[in-house]
């Protein structure tokens, strides 16, 4: 997470967002080969875009992200056990190298809440959605089907 942090902060800092793809791959990609080519790929479509792109971010917009990140990592304990409280099924799901949200986290997440289902993907950090989209997808659509209200 302290690097993912000190990307985060140095864009911050120096106004500019991501400055290079690199810090982008960094976060959200892990260092093997197959892990950077989806990163690759992810980038490719996102700057590929020239219709229907989204609005670009601002710098407060940025700001704001890389405040609520850095209070998140404040522990709160009563928060996690209001978690607890949770009836409904939740998926879980992340990278098994994510800097911003190590997968301990998500265990621990996942063993409070008493209807958790969690995945981890391996070969992946913060984008690992972007990395594993088809199998992402289909868990999240079996998680669905499987919690639809339709059983008992």
């Not at 670009?56 to 522990?75: F, H, L």
Request: with cysteine; charged share 20%; net charge negative.
């Amino acid at each position: 997470m302290r690097r993912a942090l000190a990307v985060l902060r140095g864009a911050s800092r120096h106004g500019t967002g991501w400055t290079c793809s690199q810090g982008y791959l960094d976060v959200f990609f892990t260092p093997s080969p197959a892990s950077r080519k989806a990163g690759q790929e992810t980038l490719g479509r996102i700057y590929g875009r020239t219709t229907d792109t989204d609005r670009p971010t601002s710098w407060e917009t940025r700001q704001a992200q890389c405040d609520a990140v850095c209070e998140w990592g404040i522990p709160d304990h009563a928060a996690l056990q209001r978690v607890s409280a949770i009836t409904h099924p939740v998926f879980i799901a992340n990278g098994d190298s994510d800097p911003m949200i190590l997968p301990y986290f998500s265990y621990l997440l996942a063993g409070l809440i008493p209807q958790a289902r969690i995945k981890i993907y391996p070969d992946s950090a913060h984008g690992f959605f972007f990395q594993h989209a088809r199998e992402f997808a289909a868990d999240v659509g079996d998680f669905l089907c499987d919690n639809d209200g339709s059983t008992p």
